[in-house]
């Protein structure tokens, strides 16, 4: 084999692993970007959608208020409760109905006594008497308690609350308020432009305080209530508003996001087969008379490939050699573009205000960022050299190891609660979200 085969051999087999290697690095960097960038996306929709959730919950309140705050209504009852006249009963229950056909949203209004008992109601089927179950609803007005959403599609999904009705400081009475909750399906049904899996997810407890998922089957399928249960894995964004009870998620499946990756490597593919065929045709006509150019080409993809990703190749001539030249210094470019996007995302883990880690099942932390020493007090070196248990309130031990035994079956953490101990001895309430990863059992 002569000394110009020889050239071209080592010519191609530099160009094609040069590429290969840029075609690498190329890939796992644009599967960050793309993925950071996919999440960044989730999470301005989740903001969004957390919005409107919210503005849909305190229209819910603002309504239920307005029925409470009738001077009438306490009037004709305060009237009944005094003389059992049953003309009073006729007005509440005028006054009910009035509020119903004039609010759209309400279904129906059912008036209780101060002992439980059913007056009158208007609308839909009234809520059985008796005193309500308290124990299952919370306060998120004055005098308002929340009774959650029940329901199992989109015809018969409601919203339940109980305002009691007060007259010169004396409770009259309660009236059970049910809302038509249709707003927080169309909001799951909102096309987010993410695919065919993209889609809002609103969470809520059911009365046995199980999960369940309100969302959409497929693209123009029905809501409905179904239970939780473990599907495809997902990119995705978590939101909750912890006074209505519910929790709202957006995602898109994992692989149909990697669509614009796979296509993205496909390209890359032939890219590298058509530069290296192009290689080899060079190589073959004008081995000898390029050496020099191409050995410095090669050269400048090995500093790349050790770190030195501001390193080009020195364009020369209009010629196959030049042109060479140029199409590898843009395939730099993107390269030293997609590595500096790498470094902005590595540095949100260190400079976010959120105490953001990583831990392992046996209860130690293996990463932590800054802000848990802005937050607690302890140095980095004190929160990983023992066990993160040491540092929780001996009243929440129980439930916090409760937790990572959770977490090490593969159940995520959406909102979990304890008290940890700072550096000067006070206790720090703190919320976690936590998500195990099953390969390496990280959290």
Same mark, same amino acid.
């Given at each position: 084999?002569?000394?110009?085969?020889?050239?071209?051999?080592?010519?191609?087999?530099?160009?094609?692993?040069?590429?290969?290697?840029?075609?690498?690095?190329?890939?796992?960097?644009?599967?960050?970007?793309?993925?950071?960038?996919?999440?960044?996306?989730?999470?301005?929709?989740?903001?969004?959608?957390?919005?409107?959730?919210?503005?849909?919950?305190?229209?819910?309140?603002?309504?239920?208020?307005? %029925?409470?705050?009738?001077? #009438?209504?306490?009037?004709? !009852?305060?009237?009944?409760?005094?003389? =059992?006249? $049953?003309?009073?009963? &006729?007005?509440?229950?005028?006054?009910?109905?009035?509020?119903?056909?004039?609010?759209?949203?309400?279904?129906?209004?059912?008036?209780?006594?101060?002992?439980?008992?059913?007056?009158?109601?208007?609308?839909?089927?009234?809520?059985?008497?008796?005193?309500?179950?308290?124990?299952?609803?919370?306060?998120?007005?004055?005098?308002?308690?929340?009774?959650?959403?029940?329901?199992?599609?989109?015809?018969?999904?409601?919203?339940?609350?109980?305002?009691?009705?007060?007259?010169?400081?004396?409770?009259?009475?309660?009236?059970?308020?049910?809302?038509?909750?249709?707003?927080?399906?169309?909001?799951?049904?909102?096309?987010?432009?993410?695919?065919?899996?993209?889609?809002?997810?609103? %969470?809520?407890?059911?009365? #046995?305080?199980?999960?369940? !998922?309100?969302?959409?089957?497929?693209? =123009?399928? $029905?809501?409905?209530? &179904?239970?939780?249960?473990?599907?495809?894995?997902?990119?995705?964004?978590?939101?909750?508003?912890?006074?209505?009870?519910?929790?709202?998620?957006?995602?898109?499946?994992?692989?149909?996001?990697?669509?614009?990756?796979?296509?993205?490597?496909?390209?890359?593919?032939?890219?590298?087969?058509?530069?290296?065929?192009?290689?080899?045709?060079?190589?073959?006509?004008?081995?000898?008379?390029?050496?020099?150019?191409?050995?410095?080409?090669?050269?400048?993809?090995?500093?790349?490939?050790?770190?030195?990703?501001?390193?080009?190749?020195?364009?020369?001539?209009?010629?196959?050699?030049?042109?060479?030249?140029?199409?590898?210094?843009?395939?730099?470019?993107?390269?030293?573009?997609? %590595?500096?996007?790498?470094?902005?995302?590595?540095?949100?883990?260190?400079?976010?205000?959120?105490?953001?880690?990583?831990?392992?099942?046996?209860?130690?932390?293996?990463?932590?960022?800054?802000?848990?020493?802005?937050?607690?007090?302890?140095?980095?070196?004190?929160?990983?050299?023992?066990?993160?248990?040491?540092?929780?309130?001996?009243?929440?031990?129980?439930?916090?190891?409760?937790?990572?035994?959770?977490?090490?079956?593969?159940?995520?953490?959406?909102?979990?609660?304890?008290?940890?101990?700072?550096?000067?001895?006070?206790?720090?309430?703190?919320?976690?979200?936590?998500?195990?990863?099953?390969?390496?059992?990280?959290?």
């Amino acid at each position: 084999m002569d000394i110009r085969t020889k050239f071209v051999f080592a010519l191609v087999a530099v160009a094609l692993g040069s590429m290969a290697v840029l075609g690498v690095t190329l890939y796992r960097e644009a599967e960050e970007a793309l993925k950071d960038g996919r999440l960044e996306q989730l999470e301005g929709l989740a903001e969004s959608n957390m919005e409107g959730l919210d503005q849909i919950f305190r229209g819910w309140i603002d309504r239920v208020q307005l %029925v409470a705050s009738r001077t #009438q209504l306490r009037l004709s !009852l305060e009237e009944f409760n005094r003389t =059992g006249d $049953p003309r009073a009963v &006729e007005r509440i229950t005028r006054i009910l109905r009035d509020a119903v056909e004039a609010v759209e949203v309400i279904e129906n209004l059912t008036l209780h006594g101060p002992d439980g008992s059913f007056i009158t109601s208007a609308g839909g089927e009234p809520v059985p008497s008796g005193e309500p179950d308290r124990t299952s609803a919370f306060p998120v007005a004055e005098g308002i308690l929340y009774e959650g959403v029940t329901g199992t599609g989109s015809v018969d999904l409601r919203a339940g609350f109980l305002a009691n009705l007060v007259l010169d400081g004396e409770t009259l009475g309660h009236v059970h308020v049910r809302l038509n909750a249709r707003g927080i399906l169309d909001l799951a049904e909102k096309d987010l432009g993410l695919g065919e899996s993209g889609e809002t997810i609103i %969470v809520t407890m059911d009365a #046995q305080g199980t999960p369940r !998922l309100l969302h959409r089957l497929g693209p =123009g399928g $029905p809501e409905v209530w &179904e239970l939780a249960e473990p599907g495809k894995e997902v990119w995705a964004a978590f939101r909750q508003l912890p006074e209505a009870g519910l929790r709202l998620v957006v995602k898109v499946d994992r692989e149909e996001g990697r669509i614009p990756l796979m296509d993205f490597r496909e390209r890359s593919i032939r890219l590298v087969l058509t530069l290296g065929a192009f290689a080899a045709l060079v190589g073959a006509i004008l081995g000898i008379r390029f050496s020099k150019p191409i050995k410095e080409l090669a050269s400048v993809a090995d500093r790349i490939r050790e770190g030195t990703l501001s390193a080009r190749a020195e364009e020369t001539g209009e010629d196959e050699v030049g042109f060479l030249s140029r199409t590898f210094n843009d395939m730099a470019d993107e390269l030293e573009e997609q %590595v500096t996007l790498l470094r902005e995302f590595k540095n949100y883990f260190e400079f976010s205000r959120d105490m953001l880690c990583i831990a392992g099942p046996d209860a130690f932390f293996k990463r932590v960022n800054p802000a848990f020493e802005k937050t607690l007090g302890w140095a980095t070196e004190d929160l990983m050299s023992q066990s993160f248990l040491a540092f929780v309130h001996p009243e929440d031990l129980e439930k916090t190891e409760n937790e990572i035994t959770r977490l090490a079956h593969g159940l995520p953490t959406i909102s979990f609660q304890n008290r940890y101990r700072t550096a000067s001895g006070a206790y720090k309430h703190l919320e976690w979200t936590a998500h195990p990863d099953e390969e390496s059992g990280l959290i």
